[in-house]
């Protein structure tokens, strides 16, 4: 049974950090293609960052020189730090892996950037 759970969400001031870490099972994680994802209401659902097998990175625009994608294929888990934190980042943030077809979500973790 595939299954990935986030953790490290939480209410954080603007200009804080946080980090959020996704532990995988159900797969041969070093194989994947692991990312972060999110979702603000009413918006779609947006590429934060994702990091290949090899260890390549690629972030979405709003992510690009304040989060840091990171795995570590040892304990099956993705990480993603969050730095300079802006309200305009709150959203569920949703882990992903895809290894050719095969495409998996977590269930989200809530982010609230908020005096």
């Known amino acids: 049974q595939v299954q990935f759970v986030e953790s490290g969400g939480g209410l954080v001031q603007p200009g804080g950090s946080l980090r959020l870490s996704c532990v995988a099972s159900?797969?041969?994680?070093?194989?994947?293609?692991m990312g972060w994802y999110r979702q603000a209401p009413g918006k779609q659902r947006e590429l934060v960052g994702r990091?290949?097998?090899?260890?390549?990175?690629m972030y979405g625009d709003s992510a690009k020189g304040r989060f840091t994608i990171s795995r570590d294929n040892a304990k099956n888990t993705v990480l993603l730090q969050m730095n300079t934190l802006k309200p305009e980042d709150t959203a569920v943030y949703y882990c992903n892996g895809r290894f050719g077809s095969r495409d998996y979500w977590g269930q989200g973790t809530q982010v609230t950037v908020s005096s």
């Open positions: 159900g797969i041969i994680f070093k194989s994947y293609v």
């Open positions: 990091i290949t097998s090899g260890g390549i990175t």
